[in-house]
């Protein structure tokens, strides 16, 4: 399977509630984002085998700030996907945003720890989600729910990070001040597609703020301005975000299929 069919394939297998019939050794992946916690199984191959996911606010601004709430998501998705595989899990990686150190960047370990899955391996965000795309030469931005990272590779090596605090609940926070409705129902606003036409003008300079944003990281690497540029994360599946990210960024970017699957993607294929 190339990139595309990966996702589309994880896709299929997290809403059907099902698991491809593909030979362990299998690979773990723990996706803590700011509103949504997904779980990832692949093959050696980076295959997706199944998953899960469950819409959470246990992390903000790429910090976990419900460490036991955290823990309990992602005890129960690992237990629904050992219940479509038939096996049990012992490992797994997880992710952070480009620049988290110290104890923040240690919590998310210890959360799969507290879940019964072994951590083995910590990557950054962006990272994650160029290897899911099979990236050796480009940009990727992953827009989270508090922060936006980037990362920057040429001929398969990183050479560039960044990160910064824009993202997703930004988007949520002008809806509910816009439509003087709480937070929560803002956020279901936004995941609604029948509605994201009606909502863009209110959320259009949010989107082009972060795309100012993520031109104004990577200032002065007149390199990079010929290198493809692909955004992920939730915030990517608003129709409409590809053409007026790429307005505001001032060249054309690529969303792929289900953008919030590409970083937990990731993150499976390097457990």
Same mark, same amino acid.
């Given at each position: 399977?190339?990139?595309?069919?990966?996702?589309?394939? &994880?896709?299929?297998?997290?809403?059907?509630?099902?698991?491809?019939?593909?030979?362990?050794?299998?690979?773990?992946?723990?996706?803590?984002?700011?509103?949504?916690?997904?779980?990832?199984?692949?093959? #050696?191959?980076?295959?997706?085998?199944? /998953?899960?996911?469950?819409?959470? *606010?246990?992390?903000?601004? /790429? &910090?976990?700030?419900? $460490?036991?709430?955290?823990?309990?998501?992602?005890?129960?998705?690992?237990? #629904?996907? !050992?219940?479509?595989?038939? +096996?049990?899990?012992?490992?797994?990686?997880?992710?952070?945003?480009?620049?988290?150190?110290?104890?923040?960047?240690?919590?998310?370990?210890?959360? +799969?720890?507290?879940? /019964?899955?072994?951590?083995?391996?910590?990557?950054?965000?962006?990272?994650?989600?160029?290897?899911?795309?099979?990236? *050796?030469?480009? +940009?990727?931005?992953?827009?989270?729910?508090?922060?936006?990272?980037?990362?920057?590779?040429?001929?398969? !090596? &990183?050479?560039?990070?960044?990160? #910064?605090?824009?993202?997703?609940?930004?988007? *949520? &926070?002008?809806?509910?001040?816009?439509?003087?409705?709480?937070?929560?129902?803002?956020?279901?606003?936004?995941?609604?597609?029948?509605?994201?036409?009606?909502?863009?003008?209110?959320?259009?300079?949010?989107?082009?703020?972060?795309?100012?944003?993520?031109?104004?990281?990577?200032?002065?690497?007149?390199?990079?301005?010929?290198?493809?540029?692909?955004?992920?994360?939730?915030?990517?599946?608003?129709?409409?975000?590809?053409? #007026?990210?790429?307005?505001? $960024?001032?060249?054309?970017?690529?969303?792929?299929?289900?953008?919030?699957?590409?970083?937990?993607?990731?993150?499976?294929?390097? /457990?």
């Amino acid at each position: 399977m190339d990139a595309y069919e990966k996702i589309y394939q &994880l896709y299929h297998l997290i809403k059907t509630k099902t698991a491809a019939d593909l030979p362990g050794p299998y690979k773990v992946g723990v996706d803590l984002g700011t509103a949504d916690v997904v779980l990832v199984v692949t093959d #050696e191959s980076g295959n997706p085998v199944a /998953g899960s996911m469950r819409w959470a *606010s246990v992390v903000k601004d /790429g &910090l976990v700030v419900d $460490f036991r709430g955290a823990m309990v998501i992602v005890e129960k998705l690992k237990a #629904e996907v !050992e219940a479509i595989m038939g +096996i049990t899990l012992d490992k797994g990686a997880t992710a952070i945003p480009p620049g988290t150190v110290g104890r923040n960047a240690l919590a998310c370990g210890h959360v +799969i720890a507290g879940a /019964g899955l072994e951590p083995v391996c910590q990557v950054d965000e962006p990272v994650a989600a160029a290897k899911a795309l099979d990236i *050796s030469h480009g +940009i990727v931005v992953d827009i989270g729910g508090g922060t936006t990272g980037i990362a920057v590779l040429k001929n398969g !090596e &990183l050479v560039f990070t960044a990160d #910064e605090p824009t993202g997703g609940t930004h988007v *949520s &926070l002008v809806l509910a001040g816009a439509y003087k409705i709480p937070f929560e129902e803002a956020e279901i606003l936004k995941r609604d597609p029948a509605r994201h036409r009606k909502i863009m003008p209110v959320i259009l300079p949010v989107i082009e703020k972060m795309a100012t944003v993520v031109k104004n990281m990577l200032a002065g690497y007149d390199e990079f301005n010929e290198y493809p540029v692909y955004v992920v994360g939730g915030t990517a599946y608003l129709q409409g975000f590809e053409t #007026e990210f790429g307005k505001a $960024f001032g060249r054309k970017v690529h969303v792929p299929p289900h953008p919030l699957l590409v970083t937990p993607l990731g993150i499976a294929m390097f /457990g």
